[in-house]
């Protein structure tokens, strides 16, 4: 038999090898697309830096007067009543359409609004990690302008009754202006108020429902003494003077013992070198200590073991080691944004929104066309909706305290399912009391999402990361807004055209509500699905499984087998699988711990060869020139 040709076997291995190598530097090699590049470079770790003058500058509010972090809260609500004009914008509708084409009823100027949502929900989508990197002081600086000369556009769009003009100007800056200055001090009262999440939420947003209830009243009377041109530059000077006004009080916790760190770091880097050769003298004594000590300590080991075998005998339970889990607060902001919990919150969300602009764009028409009311009595349904929609972001941002986030969104989409199966039945049997009973309650429930959900993100994924999420996550609202009030629309236009329904027919508003509450039950069933704990959001997977979600603080699984597809976690299985995982877990945080301690020695060592070295350069001369001395 003729050996076989291990050379020739080695020479295969090594090309397999090869080649696998050159795949894998290829792999490499392929640059992410330009977007992947953009949104890595875009939604980068980032803080918002400043210097110590700036920090000790802000200590105090005007000159020697002490900064309270109290004075935020009336600061925030002055910048959300501001904005609170623009949702009254149907009334500037008929007006502006009356002076441009000489028609109430052209039914132009309502695209304004329209254009402006599809700019705020783009421009959410950049703001947030602008924030976290420039402050909410620039951003509401940022944003009032921008919102102010909207309305200055406004009016040169109306004076020269170029609608276009009305469309850019006011559409886009009020747009952009929205973002900045919504998102500001909502994000700033979430690092300022760590211990009242749930308050600060509310206060943050709550302010958007009192700007609607006071312009509302106020627009109206303007209007009559002025016209529509000189009402908009009035509203364009006031924000323009009150909103950056704001920005000058508004401003971010200063950093943890700043001043201390800072000392110690100088401290530190001045004595590093006389620790470092006080650390060689006692490594000396050390090692003679130790060996007294390694005695000692095999005795006092024999001893423990021997209480330890006592107490295990006894069925005594010890926790030798304390497991420390993962800090989820310090995920990154692709990390937040990609996670399962936020894509579930994203649904929960969008569900919340899915008929906020068909109610507040069409509320006073339902009350006229459907129950024959006069325009009065529409306007003061209009009014009272907007006070419960600011006691719902105010009551259940509290609520959220006490009973948790999660079951407070639980709470809220289910009657909001409720809600949506009855006025049906409601609208049916012309039943105008309760009609609007349901409809206030649902603007309750619809401002309680809103004051539950900043804090909500606090909670999940910390506030350094607050911004960017609150932003991403109010595009859902944007977008369920605007694709529910055009499927409506589009709904209710197309039964009237093609059926010729008359605008008190039931069934124009009966089948856009079936569909709403739809799809307020997707959101509703992932409500319960979102899992809060770390324990839940970060156990295990096993091989083969499809499908892990939490309900009822159980674990669920769905695996890919001919039998037991559908598994319930066991307590006793569920605690032993997370405990090895955080086993596995603090293992590996040990042994990072120890490369970092090694590669810190080292770089201890390095730091001590260049001290001697340098003393070395700095010794040789001077003998060297004491000889040339001897020798002359």
């Not at 700036?54 to 972090?69: A, D, G, H, V, Y």
């Not at 999940?460 to 409506?488: D, E, P, Q, R």
């Amino acid at each position: 038999m003729t050996p076989p040709n291990l050379d020739s076997n080695y020479n295969d291995i090594g090309k397999n090898q090869s080649d696998k190598i050159s795949n894998l530097n290829k792999d490499y090699k392929k640059k992410p697309s330009i977007i992947k590049r953009f949104i890595n470079y875009y939604y980068r770790e980032e803080t918002y830096e400043r210097s110590e003058k700036q920090i000790e500058n802000e200590k105090f509010l005007l000159f020697s007067i002490p900064f309270n972090r109290w004075i935020l809260f009336p600061s925030s609500l002055l910048v959300q009543i501001c904005l609170g004009a623009f949702y009254g914008w149907s009334i500037f509708n008929k007006p502006i359409d009356s002076y441009i084409y000489n028609d109430p009823l052209r039914g132009k100027a309502p695209i304004t609004y329209y254009i402006t949502m599809g700019i705020y929900g783009l421009t959410l989508l950049f703001v947030g990690p602008w924030l976290e990197r420039n402050g909410p002081k620039k951003g509401l600086l940022v944003g009032g302008i921008f919102y102010s000369f909207a309305h200055f556009f406004a009016a040169i769009g109306v004076y020269t009754k170029q609608i276009i003009i009305v469309y850019i100007g006011y559409g886009i800056c009020s747009g952009i202006g929205n973002s900045f200055t919504y998102l500001s001090p909502v994000s700033a009262l979430q690092k300022w108020f760590p211990d009242h999440k749930g308050l600060a939420s509310g206060i943050s947003v709550c302010g958007l429902s009192i700007g609607s209830i006071i312009f509302s009243q106020c627009l109206i009377p303007m209007l009559k003494k002025f016209n529509i041109v000189i009402t908009f530059i009035i509203l364009g000077s006031i924000f323009l003077f009150i909103i950056p006004l704001q920005a000058l009080i508004f401003r971010l916790p200063p950093p943890p013992n700043n001043n201390n760190n800072n000392n110690n770091n100088n401290n530190n880097n001045n004595n590093n070198n006389n620790n470092n050769n006080n650390n060689n003298n006692n490594n000396n004594n050390n090692n003679n200590n130790n060996n007294n000590k390694n005695n000692n300590k095999n005795k006092e080991i024999k001893e423990e073991e021997e209480e330890l075998n006592e107490i295990i005998t006894s069925n005594e339970i010890i926790n030798i080691e304390i497991l420390k889990e993962p800090d989820l607060h310090q995920m990154s902001i692709i990390e937040s944004i990609t996670s399962y919990e936020f894509r579930v919150l994203y649904i929960m969300f969008f569900a919340n929104g899915v008929c906020s602009n068909i109610i507040s764009s069409r509320l006073s028409n339902f009350v006229q066309d459907i129950f024959y009311k006069d325009a009065n009595t529409a306007s003061m349904v209009v009014a009272v909706n907007s006070v419960f929609n600011f006691l719902g972001r105010i009551l259940f941002a509290i609520i959220s305290e006490r009973i948790g986030r999660k079951e407070s969104f639980n709470i809220i989409l289910t009657l909001l399912v409720v809600i949506f199966w009855l006025i049906t039945k409601i609208i049916t049997d012309h039943s105008y009391g309760g009609f609007i009973s349901l409809i206030w309650l649902y603007s309750f429930l619809y401002g309680g999402g809103f004051g539950v959900i900043p804090a909500f993100l606090a909670d999940l994924f910390g506030t350094k990361n607050i911004s960017t999420c609150h932003a991403v996550i109010l595009t859902s609202w944007n977008l369920s807004g605007v694709c529910g009030g055009f499927i409506f629309t589009g709904i209710y236009d197309s039964l009237r055209n093609h059926y010729s329904y008359k605008v008190d027919n039931p069934i124009l508003y009966n089948v856009n509500f079936y569909w709403v509450a739809c799809v307020i039950m997707v959101g509703w069933f992932a409500s319960f699905l979102i899992p809060v704990k770390t324990k839940h959001r970060l156990y295990p997977p096993i091989p083969n499984q499809l499908l892990q979600f939490t309900l009822f603080n159980r674990i669920f699984r769905i695996i890919k087998s001919k039998k037991n597809t559908f598994q319930l976690v066991s307590k006793e299985k569920e605690n032993e699988e997370w405990n090895n995982y955080l086993i596995n877990y603090n293992q590996s945080l040990n042994i990072e711990n120890n490369i970092n301690n090694n590669n810190n020695n080292n770089n201890n060592n390095n730091n001590n060869n260049n001290n001697n070295i340098n003393n070395n350069q700095i010794n040789t001369p001077t003998s060297s020139s004491d000889s040339n001395n001897t020798k002359k």
